[in-house]
């Protein structure tokens, strides 16, 4: 990283912010896309209909508009409510948390979506057989489908993956010191706004590279031994 008039390092530390938070949220949409993705396909019908719910609410509303409900909204709320019944207390919400997760409770209704067209995308004839073997509903879930809806769902998850990276520019708004917070400090202190923001857009361009070549030796991965890999 060239020295940019001593404001390199700060770049550099932004970037570390934004690639901790991106995975942090990753990992946590990964872990929660699941289970809401198991609760739509086999849940009773008034879970899945509060599963339908959040996906739709969450997938329609704005990232920043709920980093900020959940960041300043919240806290008024829970202070007003709790002054109106005598009791009051002072909540703040840390930042880090705000943010990874927001991001988590918003990519993750992307990754349950994913993870139902990945299953859906599985053969019939695949549990059929594993039916006709004496196999559970679960274990047919764990040992056959799972494995291959997972291969299904790596590029959309991949794609989820790239729009969390640039989704962690919005945590600059609640005063989190990530690569565009850090990049407009470093554009404001020297009034060089190209060469900051630039130099950040590549490094951006740089993670996008780097997870690309990462997604598709992990699609080859999973797909040896298929037909598709052998062609």
Do not use: H
Request: one cysteine or more.
């Amino acid at each position: 990283m060239p020295d940019l008039d001593g404001f390199g390092w700060l770049l550099i530390d932004g970037l570390k912010l934004t690639l901790f938070v991106a995975i942090a949220s990753m990992a946590g949409a990964l872990v929660f896309g699941l289970l809401a993705a198991i609760g739509k396909l086999f849940a009773p019908r008034p879970a899945r209909i509060l599963i339908d719910t959040y996906t739709t609410f969450v997938r329609g509303v704005p990232e920043l508009v709920l980093l900020l409900i959940i960041y300043y909204g919240v806290p008024t709320l829970v202070q007003n409510v709790s002054r109106d019944l005598g009791v009051p207390i002072t909540l703040s919400i840390n930042p880090f948390v705000a943010g990874i997760g927001t991001l988590t409770l918003i990519y993750a209704a992307f990754a349950c979506e994913v993870y139902r067209a990945a299953y859906a995308a599985v053969p019939v004839g695949q549990r059929e057989a594993a039916y006709a073997l004496g196999l559970s509903r679960a274990v047919t879930f764990r040992k056959v489908e799972l494995p291959q809806m997972m291969r299904y769902a790596l590029p959309g998850l991949g794609n989820v993956w790239m729009v969390v990276v640039k989704a962690t520019a919005l945590i600059s708004i609640i005063q989190l010191p990530e690569l565009m917070r850090n990049a407009d400090i470093a554009a404001r202190s020297t009034r060089q706004p190209f060469t900051f923001f630039f130099a950040a857009c590549l490094l951006y361009l740089a993670i996008t590279a780097i997870s690309m070549w990462g997604q598709g030796r992990l699609e080859r991965w999973a797909a040896r031994g298929t037909t598709e890999s052998r062609a």
